[in-house]
């Protein structure tokens, strides 16, 4: 019986092993997201010689920022959901498989990527999450229209939001000994 039990627990230990398809699987996401951010950013930037033509008109050159703008705002949201993609592999694998050797000693440490505990990785990511979201607000504010007062309203209770978002965040990491 102590055998089967022996061999049961190893085989539960060794279950964790399984994780190592989330890693690798998040880690190529991220990689393609990244790829994917930088070439909207390559042509984002090829598209910039536009700006300065003398052909365009005040209207054009307007329609012109106002989409450069938004790409832009676009490719900040591609690098911060793969830097999620990032960050998620990594914490997966610390908490499950193995400490990252390199992590943990080397002369390149980042606080934001050590994670001891499934908390740690969920602050991790729900900040970076919490930047995508306001990006995504600040990519819808831009492109919107303001035909009344009480849309300026509503889009002033937003950022109302956002920074009390921002600030509740920031003020549980101090309350819990924590500093950015």
Same mark, same amino acid.
């Given at each position: ?23 690798? $699987?998040? !880690? ?6 990244? =790829? ?5 950013? =390559? =042509? $984002? *930037?090829?598209?910039?010689?536009? =700006?300065? %033509?003398?052909?365009? #008109?005040?209207?054009?050159? %307007? ?6 703008? $938004? ?5 900040? #949201? ?9 960050? /998620?592999?990594?914490? !997966?694998?610390?908490? /499950? ?11 390149? %440490? ?6 001891? %505990?499934?908390?740690? *990785? ?7 999450? !919490? +930047?995508? !979201?306001?990006?995504? /607000? ?5 492109? +919107?229209?303001?035909?009344?007062? +009480?849309?300026?309203?509503? *889009? ?23 500093? $950015?």
């Amino acid at each position: 019986m102590k055998k089967l039990e022996g061999m049961f627990e190893s085989l539960l230990w060794n279950s964790r092993l399984v994780v190592i398809a989330a890693v690798i $699987t998040s !880690l190529l996401t991220g990689i393609g997201v990244f =790829y994917v951010a930088t070439v909207d950013a =390559y =042509y $984002t *930037l090829s598209h910039l010689a536009e =700006y300065a %033509s003398p052909a365009l #008109d005040v209207e054009a050159r %307007s329609d012109l920022r106002a989409s450069l703008i $938004t790409h832009v705002v676009e490719i900040v #949201d591609g690098y911060l959901l793969a830097t999620v993609l990032l960050i /998620f592999p990594l914490g !997966l694998y610390e908490l /499950f498989i193995s400490k990252i050797d390199a992590a943990e000693g080397g002369e390149i %440490s980042s606080k934001v990527l050590v994670i001891n %505990s499934l908390d740690d *990785l969920k602050a991790g990511l729900s900040k970076v999450i !919490l +930047m995508i !979201l306001i990006v995504k /607000f600040f990519e819808h504010a831009i492109g +919107m229209t303001f035909d009344n007062p +009480m849309q300026l309203l509503y *889009l002033a209770g937003g950022i109302a939001l956002i920074g009390l978002a921002l600030y509740s965040g920031h003020a549980s990491e101090a309350g819990h000994g924590k500093t $950015t």
